[in-house]
C-alpha cells in the first residue's frame, strides 16, 4: 500500500521556521503520512490540506522501470513550411542557472541565453517557484523566450502547476483562514512549508501575477497530452481542455480564497498513474477525454516514482537519485519530467516524441 500526504495531528500549531530546505526530504515525521487508498481514485483521507511537505517515500516495487532513450544534444532542424520540433521542461522550482544550462544543451539558447531554436516549440510543465533560488527569475526568463521564440517563428508557452496556485495564493490571501475540512489552514502557511522563498515574494510584481493566473492547466500538442499534476482531478473541471482551462481561469477571477485553496489541494494530488494495475485506465479516462495518446507531466519526481529517494549511507554519504531522462511509465502511455532537481536530480528537458 502506498503511503501518501496528509496532516498532522489536530491540535498541531504551525510555527516558522527555515523552510529554505532542500525539497522533498526523506525524514517527514511518520504522523504526516497516514496510509491512503488507491493513488487518486481519493488519495487523501478526509480532510486532507497540503500544508506539510507533500511527499512520501515510495517503496520501489510499486512502479515497473522503463528505461528512457537519451535525446540528442542539440535541437534539430525543422521543415520550414512546418511546425518546428517540440521540447518540454519539467519542473523548474528557481533553478535558473541549471534551467538555462539544459536549454543550451538541447540547443535551444545560445551562449548569452538567448533563443536560438528559431520554430521551434518549448513548453513548460509549471512549477516555476518555491524550493530553489530564483523562482521570479526563472519566471522573467520564460517570459522573455516566450516573445523572442514568437519573434523566430516557434513559441515558449507554459502550464499552470501547484506551486503557482499556491504562490497566487500566498500573496492575495496571506493568512486569511481557508476552508480546508481539518481545521485552520492558510495559503501562507502552505507556502512556507512547501519551499516559499522571501526573495520571490519580495520581487513578485503584478506583471508575474497576471501572467501566472492566466496560463492554461492542460493542452495537447502532436497527440501529447501535456499536464503539470499526475492525477485525474482535471476531469473536475470540465470534459474539454477548453472547459477546463476556462474554469481554472474563472476560478482564480472570482479571487474567493476557499475555491482556490480547493483548485491547489487537487493540483497537489499525485501518483495516480504509478500504480501497475489501475495506473493505465487513469491515464485512459484522461486521454479518452481529452485527447491524445500519451500524457507528459511534471510534478511528481522521477525519484519518488522509482523509489530512489535520499538517504544516508553506512559511511554518512548522501545517496543521490540517479536520474537520467524522463521517466515512461503505465505501460508506455504516462512520461514524467520532473527529474528532481531540488534532491540533486536533473533539470529535464525533452524533445517529443519519444521512441518508447
Request: with cysteine; hydrophobic share 35%.
Amino acid at each position: 500500500m502506498t503511503q501518501g500526504a496528509g496532516q498532522g495531528p489536530a491540535a498541531r500549531t504551525e510555527t516558522l521556521r527555515d523552510f529554505r530546505v532542500p525539497a522533498y526530504v526523506h525524514d517527514v515525521p511518520a504522523n504526516v503520512l497516514p496510509t491512503d487508498p488507491a493513488p487518486d481514485t481519493e488519495p487523501y483521507p478526509d480532510g486532507y490540506t497540503p500544508t506539510e511537505r507533500d511527499l512520501p517515500v515510495v517503496d520501489l516495487g510499486e512502479t515497473a522501470q522503463v528505461e528512457a532513450p537519451q535525446a540528442a544534444p542539440a535541437a534539430p532542424d525543422a521543415p520550414s513550411d512546418g511546425p518546428g520540433p517540440l521540447y518540454v521542461v519539467g519542473d523548474v522550482h528557481g533553478y535558473l542557472d541549471e534551467l538555462v544550462t539544459a536549454l543550451q544543451e538541447k540547443g535551444l539558447l545560445d551562449a548569452e541565453g538567448n533563443w536560438s531554436a528559431g520554430n521551434a516549440r518549448l513548453w513548460f510543465l509549471g512549477d516555476f517557484t518555491d524550493r530553489g533560488p530564483d523562482g521570479i527569475g526563472v519566471i522573467d526568463l520564460v517570459m522573455r523566450l516566450s516573445a523572442e521564440a514568437a519573434a523566430a517563428g516557434g513559441y515558449c508557452k507554459a502550464l499552470m502547476g501547484n506551486h503557482e496556485l499556491l504562490l497566487l495564493g500566498a500573496k492575495r490571501f496571506g493568512d486569511t483562514p481557508v476552508n480546508s475540512g481539518a481545521g485552520t489552514a492558510t495559503f501562507q502557511a502552505a507556502w512556507l512549508l512547501n519551499g516559499g522563498q522571501k526573495s520571490d515574494m519580495d520581487r513578485l510584481q503584478d506583471v508575474h501575477l497576471q501572467w501566472m493566473s492566466r496560463l492554461d492547466a492542460i493542452e495537447i500538442e502532436d497527440d501529447h497530452l501535456l499536464t503539470h499534476s499526475d492525477t485525474t482531478a482535471y476531469l473536475d473541471y470540465g470534459d474539454s481542455i477548453e472547459a477546463v482551462n476556462d474554469t481554472i481561469r474563472e476560478t482564480l477571477t472570482r479571487n474567493d480564497a476557499d475555491e482556490c485553496w480547493d483548485l491547489f489541494r487537487k493540483f497537489t494530488k499525485r501518483f495516480a498513474f504509478r500504480d501497475e494495475e489501475t495506473g493505465p485506465g487513469a491515464v485512459r479516462e484522461l486521454l479518452d477525454t481529452y485527447g491524445g495518446s500519451r500524457i507528459v507531466h511534471g510534478h511528481s519526481p522521477i525519484p519518488y516514482l522509482l523509489g530512489q529517494v535520499g538517504t544516508e549511507d553506512a559511511d554518512g554519504e548522501d545517496s543521490r537519485p540517479v536520474v537520467e531522462g524522463p521517466h515512461v511509465y503505465a505501460g508506455g502511455l504516462a512520461i514524467a519530467m520532473d527529474g528532481g532537481v531540488t534532491m540533486a536530480g536533473k533539470l529535464l528537458v525533452q524533445q517529443l516524441p519519444m521512441d518508447i
